[in-house]
């Protein structure tokens, strides 16, 4: 019993830490106390997502909820702050989750778990790992062509790290006892630092690589600045992408070389991987259809009029439709 209310008081105690923290800038004047208040309130938004006394999106709707109450947002100027209808303040409130932005951000985690339910991107990881990975220099290389694929297809670099790449590039330094506090630099580290590397170079290349970047298309586009389409973003990085991408495992390798540079057990730990998930299944084959499929809408969304959070919108519902990810997954 004791337990369970330690357990219970200790997120109500940091809340309510965090929620002083919200207002413990109220009294200064340099600016008017709404902008203060929402300075502190977006302090404290960020402080209770590091401490995590309830769960982040959680935290994040009683952020919303405290600034409609305080009408923080709508006011343009001192004379219409007065005169702020609760209305106007929930409709600010809500205007971010109207953001296509944003729901390209959810819709991209989806696509994550469809390629982590339907097995289809660790397939992609092991049979490249299988051929490339008879040399640590190789195996390298593999992952960064995992990431790579994956990429244009998942936009985003955390649903396609954290659903496929990782957990292929943390099971293989566990054979040869590399662990972060122990052996790290066997082959841990240099994996490790190859698969952070590479993904930031693969969402650079796509549009579709991470959402951030049609996010900031999105705010030059507000600003009243022409903006390129997929395929322009992809050729205009394509030069400098092809370099950083080839020389990245390479560079790395020399300059925090791994102790050790090949082993045919990776190679034999991949092809035993494969022959447990077997044959390619049928969820496999309609994920790469529905992939190839939004890739097509991505590249051409002028001639074809769609946006690309309509895109991925349609590949949610393809994808509850032919039961890769459930309802209960969305």
């Not at 902008?35 to 404290?44: C, E, G, K, L, N």
């Not at 659903?163 to 590399?178: K, L, V």
């Not at 190679?267 to 077997?278: F, N, P, R, V, Y």
């Amino acid at each position: 019993m004791q337990t369970n209310i330690i357990k219970l008081s200790a997120p109500i105690f940091t809340a309510l830490f965090v929620l002083a923290l919200a207002f413990a800038f109220a009294d200064f004047t340099i600016l008017s106390l709404k902008a203060w208040i929402f300075v502190s309130i977006f302090a404290a938004l960020v402080v209770g997502l590091i401490l995590e006394p309830l769960p982040p999106a959680f935290i994040g709707v009683i952020a919303i909820a405290v600034a409609v109450l305080f009408k923080v947002g709508p006011a343009k100027s001192a004379a219409a702050d007065a005169n702020i209808s609760s209305a106007a303040a929930i409709n600010w409130g809500l205007t971010g989750f109207s953001n296509a932005v944003v729901w390209l951000i959810f819709a991209s985690f989806m696509i994550g778990i469809g390629y982590a339910n339907s097995g289809l991107g660790k397939r992609i990881a092991l049979l490249l790992v299988k051929k490339l990975g008879k040399s640590t220099l190789g195996l390298g290389y593999a992952i960064a062509f995992a990431d790579l694929i994956l990429a244009p297809f998942i936009p985003s670099n955390a649903a396609r790290s954290g659903g496929t790449i990782y957990p292929i590039a943390t099971s293989i330094p566990a054979m040869f006892d590399s662990f972060p506090d122990k052996n790290p630099r066997k082959i841990g580290s240099y994996l490790a630092w190859v698969s952070l590397a590479t993904t930031c170079i693969s969402s650079s290349i796509f549009l579709t690589g991470q959402a951030p970047n049609p996010l900031a298309l999105n705010l030059v586009s507000s600003a009243g600045v022409k903006v390129v389409d997929w395929m322009g973003w992809f050729l205009a990085f394509l030069p400098v992408g092809i370099i950083l991408f080839a020389i990245t495992p390479l560079l790395t390798y020399f300059i925090y070389p791994p102790e050790i540079k090949g082993s045919p057990e990776i190679t034999k730990w991949a092809s035993d991987e494969l022959d447990k998930i077997g044959k390619i299944t049928t969820k496999e084959i309609i994920m790469l259809c529905i992939s190839i499929a939004a890739l097509i809408l991505w590249i051409g969304s002028k001639a074809f009029s769609i946006n690309a959070t309509t895109t991925a919108i349609l590949v949610i519902i393809a994808m509850i439709l032919c039961k890769i990810i459930s309802w209960q997954d969305f």
